[in-house]
């Protein structure tokens, strides 16, 4: 019929939380969420985001950082969906700013150049215009700078 909810202590909720952010990397934001839904009180969550910082389990820097690593080497994501995913999780610009330094910028045109060759021979469309929409669109929802695309577009489909 109805939901029990379970309660913490605030020792339990520390320990909790300390795991969690041990686990992998996370953002400020996604922690108050997390303390959120275990229904902890607005002074408890101060108190444990507070904890979880002072003993460098969480560090929004290191986060950005990491996150934009991975997304660019595992999911290869452009700069721009980086920044849009960043600002999304309540990011500062100084934080996006050190973590878009991670990634190089030879590695980054190597990783343009691979996914849109990639991309092309996947693209079975005849027309010259389709196909060249159809890439200028997948790289563009990666999160690609327009005028590396549009370039990169030019370059493989004359």
């Not at 560090?59 to 290869?76: D, H, L, T």
């Not at 700013?97 to 590695?107: G, R, V």
């Not at 890439?135 to 690609?144: C, M, P, Q, V």
Request: charged content about 35%; some cysteine; hydrophobic content about 35%.
């Amino acid at each position: 019929m109805y939901k029990k909810t379970e309660t913490y202590t605030l020792k339990e909720a520390t320990r909790k939380l300390e795991g969690y952010c041990a686990y992998q990397e996370r953002c400020h934001k996604e922690v108050v969420q997390k303390l959120r839904d275990m229904n902890m009180i607005p002074q408890a969550i101060d108190e444990i985001v507070t904890h979880l910082i002072q003993e460098n389990y969480l560090n929004e820097e290191r986060f950005a950082q990491s996150f934009a690593r991975g997304k660019f080497n595992i999911k290869k994501w452009g700069r721009n969906r980086i920044i849009n995913e960043l600002k999304f999780r309540g990011i500062s610009k100084y934080n996006i700013k050190t973590a878009l330094k991670e990634i190089e910028d030879e590695s980054y045109l190597s990783t343009l150049d691979a996914l849109s060759l990639k991309r092309l021979d996947a693209i079975k469309e005849t027309n010259v215009q389709k196909r060249r929409k159809k890439l200028a669109d997948y790289l563009l929802y990666r999160g690609w700078e327009s005028h590396l695309v549009y370039g990169k577009v030019k370059e493989l489909i004359p």
